[in-house]
């Protein structure tokens, strides 16, 4: 995934969504629903769809082709939250700390080309400040490769400057050795028992090796129009191979955040943006719209799928909206999303 970008303020003009067909759903009076189908035009996906999750119910639509409510679907680096949630209940269960160094867990693993695994604690690696080298630079997200490998690629090259925000999926890599080794069991399975199975996320699973979508699922497509509907995780482990759906995505912000998966103060911390200056927290990052709402989330991108979610920091309100294909070719069209979902309406 590439780093992550400030997202502005776009202005929708209603003569425009008055121009555009409406989103394939039950009516509704919602602009976040009317700007569905400009992912499909102005986006470049064959399809588009949303799920909004409020306290009185959940609204659904789509636009395009391919998209289904049920649908399964690859996350991408969204996967990077449920790693960070299970590495902080291991930190309140005192089973580590946040300011270990990767040394103190996988001693003489992170060495090389000036990378030193005894100056990186694992708070810089949920915060994206441990200045390693973004394996996926050189795989492209599209070569599986172990998590041994993964580090060895990023290893080759010198480390970027130390505490400042540098957006890497080798700093999630080592956070998944790091739970198997205090755990001894895999991260997935770490988060299977702390997250999955306490929210009942009955479509969210981790599928290691396995090529193919669980039903029912959609197409999946790069921008060139390729089908990769089957693709090896592998491309992206711990740092981005979840599959999931739009309501379980709506769930697990909704309890994150609403405190059913950690104690308020370990939350806190996963709030807490400073180690990155602002722009991340510890497996999530904010967003401040145009209205003065911050919402707080996270985005995934791997081949074939692009996802968001975004939530209230109470997470009383969560919107997940995705397309089926790489990634949305006008950048002005996700803030416009988020700031139609979750400012005000205005007469």
Not at 109 to 117: E, H, I, K, P, T
Request: hydrophobic share 40%.
């Amino acid at each position: 995934m590439p780093p992550l970008r400030t997202l502005l303020a776009v202005p929708v003009s209603l003569a425009l969504l008055a121009l555009t067909p409406t989103a394939s759903s039950a009516p509704s009076a919602s602009p976040t629903d009317a700007l569905l189908p400009l992912l499909v035009t102005r986006g470049g996906a064959p399809g588009a769809a949303l799920l909004a999750r409020e306290e009185t119910g959940s609204r659904y639509a789509h636009a395009g082709r391919g998209m289904a409510r049920a649908d399964h679907f690859r996350a991408g680096s969204i996967t990077k939250t449920f790693i960070a949630t299970v590495v902080l209940q291991l930190a309140e269960e005192q089973r580590l700390s946040l300011s270990d160094t990767v040394e103190d867990h996988l001693p003489g693993l992170v060495r090389g080309a000036g990378n030193d695994g005894r100056a990186l604690t694992l708070r810089s690696l949920l915060a994206h400040t441990s200045g390693l080298h973004d394996f996926t630079a050189r795989t492209h997200g599209t070569v599986a490769v172990t998590p041994l490998q993964a580090l060895r690629i990023a290893l080759t090259h010198p480390p970027a400057d130390r505490g400042r925000f540098s957006y890497s999926n080798t700093n999630y890599v080592l956070l998944g050795l790091v739970v198997e080794q205090v755990t001894g069991r895999s991260y997935a399975a770490e988060a299977e028992q702390r997250i999955i199975a306490p929210l009942r996320l009955t479509g969210t699973s981790f599928p290691g090796s396995e090529t193919s979508l669980p039903s029912p699922h959609g197409r999946a497509y790069t921008t060139d129009g390729e089908d990769v509907t089957e693709l090896d995780p592998r491309v992206a482990g711990a740092a981005g191979e979840l599959v999931t759906t739009l309501a379980d995505l709506d769930r697990f912000y909704a309890g994150l955040l609403g405190g059913e998966l950690l104690h308020p103060r370990m939350l806190r911390e996963m709030l807490d943006t400073r180690t990155a200056h602002g722009s991340y927290g510890l497996g999530l990052y904010p967003v401040r719209l145009p209205c003065g709402t911050t919402v707080w989330g996270h985005n995934g991108h791997i081949s074939g799928s692009y996802v968001r979610t975004a939530a209230t920091v109470d997470g009383r309100r969560v919107l997940t909206f995705r397309v089926n294909t790489d990634a949305i070719a006008d950048p002005g069209l996700e803030p416009a999303v988020l700031a139609a979902e979750f400012c005000p309406r205005t007469s």
